[in-house]
């Protein structure tokens, strides 16, 4: 009887937070109007140029900068601290439209609000908040987020840079990797350890402006996708900043990188769900087009088939994660649905990707068109922002959890 | 002067989707198509609000006439800086009837309760490519229009209009109260910013019927029949000019 009414105390929790179900069949009005205008922007000022960011692995500065006056780069922010004011489900709307321009900015958009601004707008003081999220909100400026490092990024526990205290400044020594954005941003979260017995009960995270003495980049990495927004090691040797920079409190580090990284899960989805979604245009643009056997290869079950299970790994993955924001834009629990959408949004960009080259064929695989770059900027997808394994097991974790006897 | 301006908004179908004429061909499919502003009207409205940006006018209402799904594209306007919208509700065969004259009609009647300083309309409409409502409005209230314009200077209670002809540009000075279209050069339209998005929600839009302005929606058009444009032929190459000159006679074209 227990296990019965267990489970379906879970199933209520899951109902009672969607409690805006109508929103998943048809979007209110003003984020109807929202996402229009951001797709009219991602096709009129994006998807015009995205091959020619990627070729040149060039930042698009001028993009990010009328995003930011649209407040595209501080969603959530409070229109008090400078931001646009709206909910999570308005910003995985948006961060789709505009990754279907173009994925790299998509990337550089989400950084911005989920991993920089997300967890200053949810651990940081007020003063805080205003030097550090207001000149991030306009696009002239954008921000980083410094958890992984060259010997760890699943096992985000193991953080091996360390921040000791001497006097009123914290020391920072360490190397962090793979940081989306670094080589572009005038800010960065920084998680490292204050307390290495309290293994990730000791990590804590702090706040430095860049560039900065004591700060270095290493090179940027030249990479499979997404090459428009930049990777780079992030260096901190003797690095002295204020004790009024560190964010949250000491040895809470682990708990804010695992929110921060549950919120920053939906944009990435939404960024997977754009390029699966320009993959899937491209295809269905194409079979209608292009001939083979006498009729149009739309016409043959072979390229339907595919063009259907496209669609159905799409729509499936949106829902999820449309999903994901209503319950934290509700306050509800979300961290299992919004490891689902990440881990089926980023399978549905591989897989669309994959597939939209196989429908266009050698067309696919030259840079002619889009298909070739899609496939390229879907892979990481499933890697950043806790990789598809990391999402399967953060999913059991909280299976189990429902089903605790 | 009441600093108030008028620009008027039609809901057309979007200007990148393929039209196809309905299989009974009284008109071209708009059930389930994507639909969105007139491009034309988007200068419009960009330029009415840059205007009130520089302080020049105090007030920018935006007009729609047709069914309920106007009111999209009025809120559009509000998201680009309108302050408030009139819906003129017209719909089943009034709206499928609807055309310049009964739209001049309509603006003329709001244009004097709303005391309005300056109408400014898109030049045209993409879908029936008239080109008459402005000129029509204008003659209706007997004020001067500046059609074509590219560029627009409000100068005390004148208005400069720089107008696009086929011979180049021509510039007039025109009275106000006036009526302006707008040409593409005018300006390039702003995308809502989010935080105008919001706000458009505030903003009130008035329902209204042409009945309450005294408008008679009759049509004096009646529309016999739509089709495609002809299939382009195939084209023919030929060896010689004698041949060109040739195929061209029989083709009874010289």
């Known amino acids: ?405 | 002067m009441s600093g108030r301006v008028l620009v008027g908004v039609k809901r057309v179908i979007d200007y990148a989707v393929k039209i196809r004429v309905k299989p009974d061909h009284s008109g071209v499919v708009t059930d389930g198509v994507k639909h969105s502003m007139n491009p034309f009207c988007e200068i419009a409205v960009e330029e009415a609000v840059k205007l009130k940006e520089k302080k020049l006018i105090k007030e920018v209402v935006a007009v729609s006439c047709g069914p309920q799904q106007v009111q999209e594209t009025i809120r559009t306007a509000l998201a680009m800086g309108a302050d408030r919208g009139i819906h003129v509700e017209v719909s089943g065969k009034d709206y499928d009837n609807m055309g310049p004259l009964q739209v001049s009609k309509i603006m003329a009647a709001l244009a004097k309760k709303e005391e309005a300083q300056l109408v400014i309309l898109g030049k045209q409409a993409i879908d029936d490519d008239c080109n008459q409502t402005g000129q029509m409005t204008a003659a209706l209230l007997d004020w001067p229009q500046g059609t074509f314009a590219s560029e627009v200077t409000l100068e005390g209670d004148k208005v400069k209009v720089v107008r696009e002809i086929d011979g180049g540009l021509e510039t007039i000075k025109i009275n106000t109260p006036a009526v302006v279209t707008a040409d593409l050069r005018l300006n390039t339209p702003r995308y809502a910013t989010l935080p105008n998005i919001m706000k458009a929600k505030k903003k009130k839009i008035a329902n209204v019927k042409p009945a309450d302005l005294g408008v008679d929606m009759a049509s004096r058009v009646e529309v016999l029949r739509v089709d495609e444009p002809p299939q382009r032929q195939a084209g023919m190459k030929v060896e010689t000019v004698e041949d060109l000159v040739g195929k061209l006679k029989e083709a009874g074209r010289i």
């Not at chain 1, 000022?45 to 009328?66: C, G, M, V, Y």
């Not at chain 1, 501080?74 to 004011?85: H, K, S, T």
């Not at chain 1, 020594?173 to 000791?202: E, P, Y």
């Open chain 1, 1 to 405: 009887m227990a296990a019965i009414f267990k489970a379906r105390k879970a199933l209520g929790l899951c109902l009672s937070g969607c409690r805006s179900l109508t929103q998943l069949a048809e979007l209110p009005e003003m984020h109807q109007m929202l996402r229009q205008t951001c797709r009219d922007y991602a096709d009129r000022e994006l998807t015009p140029i995205a091959a020619k960011l990627d070729k040149e692995h060039s930042f698009p500065a001028k993009q990010i900068q009328e995003l930011g006056a649209m407040g595209v780069l501080a969603m959530e922010v409070p229109d008090g601290l400078g931001g646009a004011g709206m909910d999570y489900l308005a910003y995985s709307l948006a961060v789709e439209e505009i990754s279907r321009g173009c994925a790299s900015t998509g990337v550089v958009v989400s950084v911005n609000n989920s991993l920089y601004i997300g967890p200053i707008l949810k651990f940081g003081t007020e003063e805080q908040k205003k030097q550090w999220i207001t000149p991030f909100t306009t696009g002239e400026k954008v921000g980083c987020f410094a958890l992984s490092e060259p010997g760890n990024g699943s096992d985000a526990g193991a953080a091996s840079t360390i921040a000791r205290q001497e006097g009123d400044e914290w020391v920072l020594n360490g190397t962090k990797a793979w940081i989306t954005n670094s080589w572009d941003a005038s800010a960065t979260v920084v998680f490292a350890t204050t307390d290495k017995s309290l293994k990730h009960k000791g990590i804590s995270a702090f706040l430095i402006p860049m560039p900065y003495p004591g700060l270095s980049l290493g090179k940027k990495e030249d990479k499979l996708g997404i090459r428009a927004s930049s990777t780079a090691n992030i260096i901190l040797e003797d690095c002295r900043i204020p004790l009024g920079n560190m964010l949250g409190p000491r040895g809470a580090g682990f708990k804010i990188a695992m929110q921060t990284l549950d919120s920053g899960r939906i944009g990435i989805a939404a960024q997977a769900l754009g390029i699966a979604q320009a993959a899937l245009d491209c295809a269905a643009d194409y079979a209608h087009k292009r001939t083979a056997f006498g009729a149009p290869i739309g016409k043959m079950q072979a390229i339907q088939f595919k063009l259907a299970d496209m669609a159905l790994a799409i729509e499936s993955a949106r829902l999820l994660t449309w999903k994901a924001a209503i319950l934290r834009d509700a306050k509800k629990p979300f961290t299992k649905e919004a490891a689902m959408a990440k881990l089926a949004a980023s399978e549905a960009a591989t897989y669309c990707s994959h597939q939209s080259i196989q429908i266009l064929g050698g067309m696919g695989y030259v840079t002619d068109m889009p298909a070739e770059r899609h496939y390229r900027d879907a892979r990481i997808t499933e890697i950043y922002e806790g990789t598809s394994e990391i999402q399967r097991l953060v999913i059991a974790n909280q299976i189990l959890k429902e089903y605790q006897p």
